[in-house]
């Protein structure tokens, strides 16, 4: 089990049998996102990319399962879902808002907080033309996407 930084290894993110290039990714991942995400947070973080997989890195297979698009980053190894372990999706939206005002959250392309399903937070690496994109996914029919704004969704949120 190769170790990618002090709190990932290359098993958990996925790795041990995935491609050369997406080990590379996932390596770059978790230096530089999940590692300072895990500082910025405060509590340890679980990769649980593919529902039970535990995973960053996900199969053409296991993406389809879950319903990942044909261009998800989780197919490069640049993207991962993750739970904070001991803290709401509110606080955790709270202290990332906090690290991006004082410039200690690290660079992302999306980040997307997903209060509905497994009340999971999905983090990708700026690769793909997006930077900085805060989304929330919504509920109900629609299932849509929303920009994430702490003080717009502060009340709603603290129910999550």
């Not at 904070?84 to 991006?100: K, T």
């Not at 392309?109 to 997006?130: E, M, N």
Request: positive net charge; aromatic residues 8%; contains cysteine.
């Amino acid at each position: 089990m190769a170790r990618l930084t002090a709190h990932f290894t290359e098993e958990e993110l996925g790795g041990a049998t995935a491609p050369v290039a997406v080990r590379a990714n996932l390596a770059t991942l978790a230096r530089d996102l999940l590692e300072p995400l895990r500082v910025v947070l405060g509590v340890p973080l679980v990769v649980n990319s593919g529902g039970s997989t535990r995973r960053g890195y996900r199969t053409p297979a296991q993406n389809a399962a879950v319903g990942g698009t044909d261009t998800s980053q989780h197919l490069d190894g640049t993207a991962s879902d993750f739970t904070p372990q001991g803290l709401s999706l509110y606080e955790a939206a709270q202290r990332i808002d906090a690290a991006e005002q004082t410039g200690r959250m690290p660079p992302y392309g999306q980040l997307i907080y997903y209060p509905y399903t497994t009340g999971h937070i999905h983090v990708s690496l700026p690769t793909r033309g997006k930077r900085g994109e805060k989304l929330v996914k919504l509920g109900g029919e629609t299932g849509g996407y929303a920009k994430f704004d702490l003080g717009t969704f502060q009340g709603w949120f603290r129910k999550c």
